[in-house]
Structure formats: structure tokens, C-alpha cells
């Protein structure tokens, strides 16, 4: 799998730097005893919650250079019991054409072949596309060169580009991905499959037949961080 480095690794740096040179000035008198916050700036969705590496995983959307949103980061806390969190290094950084504009938006995490995948919303141009991410040892991350691993290209007719984002990863015999987004009746969820996280396939709609109803689904609606389980 190939990967890009050089300009990845400046913008990480430099958000490792700036919040290494400015952690002392902010005032922790009103920060939370046992949730997750972040050091410095800006944070809002949990983002890829998992187990890799005998550590708890929780990452997180984040601006650390202002107290107001930003073009998004990933910060990353680990833990061992839920209760006490590590602050790690930043793990993604807005640094590719594919995500340099507004950053890199929520995703998920799948863990394949003892590696840690981070699949996130990268956006750019006013577009929105799916990109991956992945690590060795869960706290230094690199971006696949193949990103975007799902484009605007592979958005079936009638969809937004620019309300095509956050990506859940889950695993029934393929990997599926689902993706918040939009069409001309409102709040959708699209479907893509694959086989290993790299090449991806458009599945469906999950609400093509669904009935439209003022309390479920309203025209100017945007799904967003779409969730499965059983």
C-alpha cells in the first residue's frame, strides 16, 4: 500500500508545535475530571472509537490552533480503562488537495491484517470525498496514495458532492461503509462495499423506498454520521 509522507508529516509538525508552545496559557479551572477534551482549540465529534494495540482508541475532530471551528484535524486520545485518557499526537492533518480546504471531517476505524484504518471525509473545492488512512502502531498515521478511495465520481446520479460525508466501517464477510448524504427529498444514507478498504463499489440507497414523512425526513435534510450495529 503506498503512502504519502513530506507534506503530511510538515502540517503534523506544525500542529504538534503550536500546541506544544501553547498548552501553558490555556486555563484548565473549568475542564472536565473524566471526559475527553481536547488541549488547546476546538473539538467536536468523537471519531473512530476502537481496540488496537492492547489500547483503547478514541479520536476527534479538532482545530488546535483557535478556540472556534477550523479546516478540521484528528486528535487522538488512548486509554486503558475508559476513565484515564493519554493526549497522543495529532493524527490527521488537512494537508492533500483532497482535504487542504475544510480538513479532514468524522469517519470511522477498522482494524485489518494487525493495522489501523482511519477512513474520513476529506473536503476540499466544496467537495466531499472518502479518504483512508492507516498505522502500524495506532498513533502515526499515513494517507493512502490511492485517496480519494471513494470520489465524487463514484456518487450516484441525483446525490450531493458537497453533503457526502462520514464514513461508517463495519465488516459482514466484505467491508461496508456507510456515508451520510442528500438528494432532492432530503436525508439519505448511501452503501459501498469492498474487499479490502482500497477499491470500493456502490451498493445502494437505504432510503430509496422509504416513505416521507415531516417528522422523519424533510427535503433540505442531511444525514450525517450514519451508525450500524446488531
Known sequence: IKT????????????????????????????????????????????????????IHLFYQYYPYKSKWGPMHWGHVTSN????????????????????????????????????????????????????????????????????????NQIPKGFSKSDFRDPYLFKKRYYYSLIGSSDKNGGNILLYRSKDLLLWKFVGSLFKNAPIQDRFINKNDIFECPSFFQ
Open 81 to 152: 480503562d475508559f476513565i484515564k485518557w493519554e493526549q497522543e499526537i495529532v493524527a490527521l492533518a488537512p494537508d492533500q488537495k483532497y482535504d487542504q480546504d475544510y480538513g479532514a471531517f468524522s469517519g470511522s476505524s477498522m482494524v485489518k491484517d494487525n493495522k489501523l484504518y482511519l477512513m474520513y471525509t476529506g473536503v476540499s473545492n466544496n467537495l466531499q470525498q472518502q479518504c483512508l488512512a492507516l498505522s502500524n502502531d495506532g498513533i502515526n498515521f499515513e494517507k493512502v496514495k490511492l485517496n480519494p478511495v471513494i470520489s465524487v
Open 4 to 55: 504519502l509522507r513530506g507534506k503530511l508529516m510538515n502540517q503534523l509538525q506544525k500542529a504538534g508545535k503550536f500546541i506544544n508552545e501553547n498548552i501553558n496559557k490555556v486555563n484548565y479551572r473549568f475542564a472536565p475530571t473524566f471526559h475527553v477534551f481536547s488541549p488547546i482549540g476546538w473539538a467536536n465529534d468523537p471519531n473512530g472509537f476502537n481496540y488496537f494495540n492492547s489500547k
